[in-house]
């Protein structure tokens, strides 16, 4: 029997449900927050820039969120902001049922977090794996409760660096973006390999939203001063992209579908897994291994100085 599509008709009523999501000023996190919080889930909007994440929270508020999304500063590329907001929310909350992984950028000129690390490895997997390793105590608590990563096709291009992993030698910036989304691949399964020997309920899944029309495609080349790059992906979006909102399913797939997979990766299931409604994609297999993910577990945790209690 043909499986019925995935829309937000089918998504399960979030009342009650406390969710973080990353990036959620912009793009795939604002729809991925707005459709939580029109679901009746208390969101935390997390936002490097307060003021944007503040305007993108009346917009939700204005299309009806029962309760108010709250925006709480942010900054993947600083792990002391990381431990502030983990220590913010440890204190104001007793639960977390839904921590959803979205902050990215892609293909930016070379540059370094606050601690050294190249940018696109550091905000896409470092920040991420350090935020959910210091919320994991509340995470762990709370029955049914899910940490959702958001990938990309790109991690095929991908290939971690182990000699030099800040890309000191020939930074390629989109060999860098595919190393940081393979980063998210692999952190999700190891994550997911401990758990399945735990008899709880925590699901650890990833997402990727095929190409969605959003601001990070041009980010890289406006941030360049390359015009013409910006207005090729500007137009490029417009013409070929689906919408954010589209972007935004397969997120929400796998943080509410009731048939999700411990482990698994939801994607558009549409033309080349570009565009169309959720569905189990499979990442590659060559890549994202068991042994490549426990490697990188171990240096992520040296990095970060940050240990996980799995
Ligand atoms: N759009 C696509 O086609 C596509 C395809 C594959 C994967 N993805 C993935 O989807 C995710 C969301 O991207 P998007 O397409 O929605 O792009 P976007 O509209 O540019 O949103 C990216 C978000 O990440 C935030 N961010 C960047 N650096 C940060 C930092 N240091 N700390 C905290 N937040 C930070 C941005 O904040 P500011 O607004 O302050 O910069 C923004 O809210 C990314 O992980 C991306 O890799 C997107």
């Not at 969120?65 to 909350?93: I, M």
Request: proline share 3%; with cysteine; net charge positive.
């Amino acid at each position: 029997m043909k499986k019925e599509r995935w829309t937000l008709d089918q998504m399960p009523q979030q009342t009650g449900r406390i969710a973080v999501v990353t990036g959620a000023n912009s793009g795939l996190g604002f729809n991925t927050a707005k459709a939580l919080a029109l679901k009746g889930a208390k969101v935390i909007m997390a936002c490097r820039n307060v003021e944007k994440g503040k305007l993108a929270s009346l917009t939700i508020i204005n299309e009806g969120a029962e309760v108010k999304p709250e925006v709480w500063q942010l900054d993947l590329a600083s792990l002391k902001s990381v431990q502030q907001f983990a220590e913010k929310f440890s204190k104001s909350v007793d639960r977390l049922d839904l921590l959803i992984n979205n902050a990215g950028l892609m293909a930016i000129p070379y540059a370094r977090t606050e601690d050294g690390f190249e940018m696109q490895f550091g905000v896409n997997h470092l920040g991420h794996f350090a935020l959910t390793a210091r919320l994991w105590p509340l995470i762990s608590l709370t029955e049914g409760s899910r940490v959702v990563q958001v990938s990309s096709l790109a991690h095929r291009w991908g290939k971690i660096r182990k000699e030099d992993i800040h890309w000191e030698q020939g930074y390629k910036k989109w060999g860098a973006y595919g190393m940081s989304k393979l980063a998210n691949l692999l952190f999700i399964r190891e994550l997911s390999n401990r758990l399945e020997s735990r008899d709880i309920s925590l699901m650890a899944l990833v997402a990727h939203p095929g190409y969605a029309n959003t601001a990070l495609q041009a980010k890289g080349s406006r941030m360049q001063g390359a015009r013409l790059g910006a207005a090729f992906f500007d137009l490029a979006n417009r013409l070929v992209a689906q919408s954010a909102a589209m972007g935004a399913l397969p997120s929400l797939y796998a943080a509410s579908a009731t048939d999700v997979i411990q482990g698994a990766y939801y994607g558009p299931g549409g033309i080349m897994k570009l565009h169309g409604w959720p569905k189990e994609d499979f990442p590659d297999r060559k890549l994202v291994t068991d042994n490549a993910a426990g490697e990188l577990w171990d240096i992520s945790e040296t990095l970060t100085g940050v240990r996980f209690a799995v």
